[in-house]
C-alpha cells in the first residue's frame, strides 16, 4: 500500500509540474489577449528538441545536460509560438484556427524530424533520462518539479509586481486603454505568446523525458496541451489557482498510470481507458460548475488594430 | 454592378484558396529539398544540387502531386473512398462554421460515428443503410454536447470538443477492445472485424459496380470496387448547399453565425440553434466515419489509442480551404485526399509521408488570415475592371 | 514665443473613400478653453487623434510654442504634455484606480512597481483639484462620473497642461456636468489649456472662451464665443437654419395599446434590481418618452419590454394582452416594432447585405417564405421599395453588404424595416444617435409620421431636446423608477434635469403641486 502511495505521488508530481508550467504559459498568453489553443503542439515541439538535445548531450556533466536541454526545449517552443504571434498579431488571423493549424503542424513535424533522425520508418527516439531524476525521501522526483516551482513564483511575481505584468494584464483586457497611454500593444502580445511558447516547450519536454526513455513522436503529447488549458481555465488564469487545479488534474491523470499496479484499483477491473477519461470528464464538470464566474481577460481572442478605436 | 459584385466576392475567394494551395505546396517542396539535401550529405559521396533537386521533384513531390494516379489501379479506389468521410467531416467543420462555431470536435463525432455504425454492422448485423443512421445519430449526439454546454453555460465549444474529442477516443476504444473479448474485437488483426460478407453479408455499402456494365472499361474498371460512398457524400454537400443558401432555416444559421446579438434580437432562439447546428455538424462528421467504415476500406483499431482519427482534424483544412461553402468542399476535399495518398506514394527512404499533413497544415494556418488575400485580390479585381467604389460619407 | 500653445495647421487627413479632414487650422491659446464644435462625423475625432498621435495626418504640421512637432505615438504627445479624455473611456475595469492612473508611466523600484509614491501624488492632486477620488477603488465598482474623474487624474498625473475633453458631457448627469465646467475653469485659471469637443452649443455658450467649428471635415472659421450667439454657432454647424423644432399637430389618442404594471428588472451588473416596479401606459396616437441620464435603468427596461431579457415580477400587456410569457419572436408577431439601441449589435447583422437586413423581422412571414424557402425576388422587392421610400443610401442598392454602409443609413434602413412593418406599436431607443442633423430631422418625421396613423411610439432618448420635441407625454427615469410625468409643453429642460439627476421626485398626484412651487 505504501509504495502505491508513492507511486500516486510520484506521478502526480510529474505531471502536475507538467501541467502548471504550461498552463502558466497559456495564462502569459492569455494575459496579455491571445487565446493559445496550439499549446499541444508547442509541447510536441519542445519535447521533440529537447529529446534531441538530451540525445546530443549524452555523456555530458548531468547539470549541463539538463540545462543544455531544457533550454533548448524552452527556446523551441518559443520559436514555433512565434508562428502563432505573427499570424495572430500581425496578420489578425482567427486564433483559434492559428492554433490548431500549428497543433497539426507540430505532430508532422516532429514524425518527419524523428524519422529522419532515426533514418527509418519509425517516429520513436530513445534516450537516457538519468541525469534528470533525483530521489528525495524514496520518491523519484524528477528535476522539472523545482523548475516548475521556480516558474509558478516567477510567474506570480511578473505578473502581479512588475511592470511588465501590468502591462501585459491591460493588454488582455482593453488593448485601446493600454494603447491610449502609449503601450505598445503588439510587443506585449508578442511578450506573452512567446512566454507561452517558452513554459509550453519546457512543458512538453518535462512531460516526455522523466518518465520513460523513449517516446514515439506520433502521438504528440496525447492531449496534455489541451488538458493544461482547462487547468488555466479551472485556475481562472491566476497562478496559485492554477497551482492547485494542476495537483488536483494530475491526480486524474496518474490514476490511469497506475490503475494496473495498485491492488484496490485493480481489483475494480476497470479499463485503463476509464482513468484516462476521467481528468477530461472532471474538466468538463468543473468548467460546467464554474462557468458563471469566469476572469477570462476580456479581450483575449480578438485581434488588435491600430487602427480601429 | 451586380454581376461584377458576384464575380468579385466569388474569384476572391477561389483566388485565395489557390494561393493558400501554391504556398502550402511551395513549403512542402522547399522540406523535400531539405531532406533529400540531408540524405544525400549523410551519404557521404559526391552529389550535385541537381541530383538533389531531381530527387526531391521525382521521387517527392512529383509523386505527391499525382497522388492517385501513380498508381491509378489501387491509388484511384483509396482516393475515391478517403475524400468520401473528407467531404464529410469538411461539411461538418464548414457547416458549424456558418453558425459562427467552431467544430473542433470533429473528429470525436467522427470517432463515435464510427462505432456506431460499426456496432450495427458488427453486433446487430443490420443493413448498411441502417448502419448508417446509426453513424449519423451517434455523431449527432456527440456534437450535441458541446452545443448543450455552450448554450446553457457559455463555454467555449473550442474547449468542450476538444475535451470530449479525448472522452470519446477512450469510450470507444475501451467498449471496441472490451479487454480484449469485445465483440466486435478481433484479437488476431487486433481490429475490429472485416465487414462485408460471410455472417456480415450486407452490411457494407454497394461498390459502384452496381452502376457499370458487366465488363467495365477504363476508369470504371479502376472504380468498380470502390463504394458508392463518394456520391452520398456529394449529394449531402449539394443538400447542404440548399439549405444554407436559400432555405429560411440557413438565413437563421448564417444570422447567428454572423451576430448572436442581432439573431437574438430577430427572435431566432441562439440557444436552439447552437445545439441543432452542432447536432448536425456531428451528424455529418459521424455520416462520414459511417461512409468510410461501412465501405470496407478499413476496419477500426482500438489499440491505438492516442491519437484522435486524422479525418477530423483533415475537415478542418478542408472547409477552411473551401471557405465553408459546400460545393467548395467537394474540390477541397479531394484535394486534400489527392496529396494525402500521393505522400504515401512518396519514396519513403527518403520522405516520410507526413510531408503531406505539413502541406495540409501549413494551408490550415494560411486559411486563418486568409481575409487578407481576399481583401488585396478583390481590390486588384477592382482595378483591374475599373470599378469605382461608391463610398459615401460616414466611417 | 508664439501666441499658441498649440497650432494645428492644415491639417489633412484621408480615409479610403473619405476625407475625415480637408485643410483644418486649429490655434489654441494658453490658458483657454476651446471649443470644438461640429455634427457627429464632421472630423472632430480624427483631428484630436492627430493631435493625440493616433493617426499621421496625410498634410499638415503641427506646432507647440511656436516649434513644428512631430507626434506619432500618445508618448509623444504625452511628452509634449498633451491629454486627452477619451470620448469612451480608457480604463481596465479590473484595475484599481491606481492601477488605471499610472499605467504606461509606472514608478519601479528594484525591477517591483512602486505604487506608494504614486498612490501619495494621486491623493495630492485629487485633494487639490477637489477630484474626491479613492485610489484603491476598482473602476468597475465607481460611477461613469467618477471614471471620468480618473481619466482627468491620469492627464494631470503625467504633468499634462494641453487637456483635450472628447464629447465629456454626455454621459453625465446636469449637476455633473455642472462640477466638470467648474473643474475645467479651474484648470484654465492655473494656465492650463483645454480643447472641450462638443456638438452641445448651450456648454460652449457656457464654458468656452474661442470656439473653432468644423463642418464635413472642412475648417469653417474660430469665434469669440462673446461675439456669436447660439444660432450663430448653429448656422455654422450645420451649414443652414435649424429649427430645432418638430412639426406635430394635436391629434386625440385612442385606445390603451401599452400598458406596463409593476415591472421589475434583475441588473447584470449588480445585485439591485436595474429596473424597480415601472408602471405606465401609452395610447394610440401619441409619442411617450422616457427620458433619463444613461445608465438609470432604460437600457433593461426596453430589453425586458420586448423580451431580450428576463424580468423578475411584473406586467406588460398590449391592447390587453399579455406579454411577459412569451419569446422575443412572439412579442414581434403580437404588434410591437422595436429600434434598438445598438445598430450595430443589435439592429443589424453587419456582414448581411441590406436587402437580408431588411426582412430581419419578417423574413419568417410567408411574404417572404414558402415550404421553408426563401422568396428571394420577394425580398429584392421589398428592399427596393424601402429603399427608395426610406432614402437609403448605399454603394450597391440592395446587394450592400451593411457593414460598409454609413452610420446614418444604416439607422435610416432600420427605422424604415420597422416602421414599414405597421405594427401598432413602435419602441425606439436613441433612434438618431450619432446621427447628422439631416438624417436626425428625417427620423424625427418619420416617427411623429408614425404617431399621427394612430400607433403609439414609445421613445427612449437621453437627448432632453428631442424629448421636448417630439413626446406628447415625458416619463424620467432615475435610478431604474419613473420619478415624474409632464407634459412638454408645460415643463422646462431645468425641470426635466432636476428629476434626472434625481434632486426632485413626484408622483402623479403631486406632479401639479411641484410645478406650482417651482414656478414662484
Redesign the interface.
Known sequence: MPNEILLLIKYTLLYSSVLMMVALGGMFAERSGIINIALEGIMVIGGLIGVLATQMTHGMNPVIQVAVSVIAAGLAGMIYSMLLAFASINLKADQTIGGTALNILATAIAMVIAKRVNGSQSSKLDYTNSSFIFNVFGIDVNVFLFIGLVFLILSFVILYRTRLGLRLRACGEHPQAADSVGINVYKMRYIGVLLSGFLGGIGGFAYIVPAVQSWNFEVGVAGMGFLALAVMIFGQWHPIKIFFAAIFFSLFKSLANIADSVSFLSRLQWPKEIYNMMPFIASMVVLALTSGRSKAPKAEGIPYDKGSR | ??HL?KLKRGLSTVLSALISVAIGLAFGFI?LFL?SL?TYA?AGEPFTLKQVFDTAYNEGFLRLMKGCFYMVRRGLKTEISQAAPLIMTGLSVAFAFKTGL?N?GAAGQYTLGAFGALYCAIVLKLPWYLCLLASVLFGAVWGAIPGF?KAY???NE???S???N??GL??V??LI?G?GTGAMYCAKTTKTWVIGSGVYEGTTIPNISVFLSEKPQGLGLYLKDTSIAIFFAIIIAIILYIIIN??????EI??CG??Q?????????EKRNIILSMAIAGGLAGFGAGLYYLSGVAEWQPLV???LPGFG?DG??VA?LASSNPIGVIFSALFIAHIDVGGGYMN?SFF?R??A??V???I??L???ML?FKTAISKGISRVFGAK??????? | MSEYIIEMRNITKVFPGIKANDNITLQLKKGEIHALLGENGAGKSTLMSVLFGLYQPDEGKIFKDGKEVKINNPNDANALKIGMVHQHFKLVEVFTVLENIILGAEDTNMGLLEKNRARKKVLMLSQKYGLNVNPNALVEDISVGMQQRVEILKMLYRNNDILIFDEPTAVLTPQEIDDLMEIMRGFAREGKSILFITHKLNEIMAVADRCTVLRKGKYMGTVDIKDVTKEDLSQMMVGRQVSFTVDKMDIQTGKTVLEVKNLTVPSKLHKNNAVKNVSFTVREGEIVCIAGIEGNGQTEFVQALTGLEKIKSGSIKLYGKELTKLSIRQRAKSGMAHIPEDRHKHGLVLDYTLEQNLVLQRYWTNEFKKAGFIRSKAIRKHAVRLIEQFDIRSGQGPITISRSMSGGNQQKAIVGREIDRSEPLVVAVQPTRGLDVGAIEFIHQELVKTRDSGKAVLLVSLELDEVMNLSDRILVMYEGKIVGEFDPKKTTVQELGLYMAGGKRTNEQTNEQTKASLAK
Not at chain 2, 446579438?261 to 432562439?269: H, L, Q, V, W
Not at chain 2, 467604389?389 to 466611417?395: A, D, Q, Y
Request: aromatic fraction near 18%; glycine fraction near 8%.
Open positions: 454592378m451586380n459584385e522540406i531532406l540531408s549523410s467552431f473542433i454546454f453555460f457559455k463555454i473550442v474547449i468542450t476538444i475535451m470530449f479525448w472522452i477512450y469510450a476504444n475501451t477492445y479487454g436559400k432555405t429560411t432555416f440557413g438565413y448564417r444570422a454572423h451576430s446579438t442581432a439573431a437574438k434580437y430577430a427572435g431566432i432562439s489509442s492516442t491519437s482534424f478542418i483544412s477552411l519513403a516520410p507526413e510531408i499533413d505539413i495540409s497544415g501549413i490550415i494556418y486559411c486563418a488570415f487578407l467604389k461608391e463610398l459615401e460619407g460616414g466611417k
